[in-house]
């Protein structure tokens, strides 16, 4: 890992840690060739592309009610429970986000407000085929289903044998999907944008996935939530962080893909050496070694004075920013996806367990797109009810503007009801 104070970087340096290429345009002619060929084939080339990239031969795309009972009765009991305490906080702190409609009179006779009205269908994508993501299902039906989407379906990658993982289906079940389909990749996307024989045509889809579901996403002509690239943390700490806790969260971030992030920056020099050695330490039990050492060559130490570690965050816009410091600098955050403050707030409680939502921008959107909230879900048309009194006070406003752009039956609308035409 880099160690190096942060007013010490190269040009070079710099631009490897803040310009983080999402890579798309290398996979954007193959990705439209599966979008077109699914926009005219539909379910048949659904199938040809699930066993060309799953290796399935799917019979029914669909998953069947028999299929996610038998699934909810064979996973340990103790994690059900835990995928519905989970389910529980995501929904809690969703239905604090949603916004309803509202109506003032801001002066006589007008009356303005917004009126607040949820998405029909939504298409959920779950990542999988070689393991089992139950906390993306939860993050991304919950939320719709709080705003009220009527119909939210999940497409999700087969196994080769063309089964669903247990976990998925349940947590599927758990937050409320109405349909899945065993559906993975570009085919997926494309399926939930144009529609098929089997899946209906959706307004939005949400979700992350890699390189080529966040392509086809981008082409598909369909409402999205954002892009999504390898995931990242940066870390902002002082003396008062554990070095023990920022090991840990940064090879939890490291185990993800070997293109994973994470960048710790402090005013200590000496924790950043004391970090490096813990991650040392911890890689020795690390599970995926191999995926977090590869990922962990994208990491950093950088050491400054408190300002320039703001400053930096506030230029790489982190998917997750962790806070660890004795100073209150939460308002001085301009960007960043979801913010974990302190020793005791990790990465993974917001992955999994809060209630906050782990469906994030990397690669910089955070500076100027928002994590899934209920927002993504609904549609604020504005509402205005506007009395006699009222367009009088506006009248000549109304016609003098118009007028002036050339638009004279804007004016007479506004005339005619005033008696001057």
Known sequence: ??????????????????????????????????????????????????????????????????EIHEALFSIDKSLLSHLMKAASNIRAFHEVQLQKDWIREFTPGIMLGQHVTPLEKVGAYIPGGRASYPS????????????????????TPPKPDGSIYPLTLAAAHIAGADRVFRVGGVQAIAAMAYGTGTIP????????????VTAAKMMCGTA???PAGP???????????????????MIAQAEHDP?????????SEELAGKVEQEVKNQLKTAKRKEIIEKSLENAALLTGNLDEC????????PEHLEIITEQNILERIKHAGSIFVGNYAPVSAGDYASGTNHVLPTAGFARMLSGLNTDHFVKKASLQIIEKNGLEGLSETIIGIAEAEGLEAHANAARIRKGLK
């Open 224 to 226: 999205i939530d954002f």
């Open 259 to 267: 293109n994973a992030i994470s960048i710790l920056v402090t005013t």
């Open 201 to 212: 045509k959706v307004d939005k889809i949400v979700g992350p996935g890699n390189i080529y």
């Open 231 to 249: 995931s990242e943390v940066l870390i902002i700490a002082d003396d008062s962080a554990r070095a023990d806790f920022i090991a840990s969260d």
């Open 1 to 66: 890992m880099l160690i190096k104070p942060i007013s010490g970087l190269s040009p070079v340096e710099k631009a490897h840690l803040l310009d983080r290429s999402t890579g798309l345009s290398g996979v954007m002619s193959p990705v439209m060739s599966i979008l077109n060929d699914i926009k005219e084939n539909g379910d048949a080339a659904i199938r040809k592309y699930t066993k060309q990239f799953d290796r399935a031969d799917t019979g029914e795309l669909e998953v069947s009610h028999k």
């Open 310 to 317: 703001i400053e930096f965050s506030n230029k790489f816009a």
């Open 136 to 155: 993306t299902a939860l993050m991304t039906v919950i939320p719709a289903k709080v705003a009220g989407v009527e119909q939210v379906i999940i497409c």
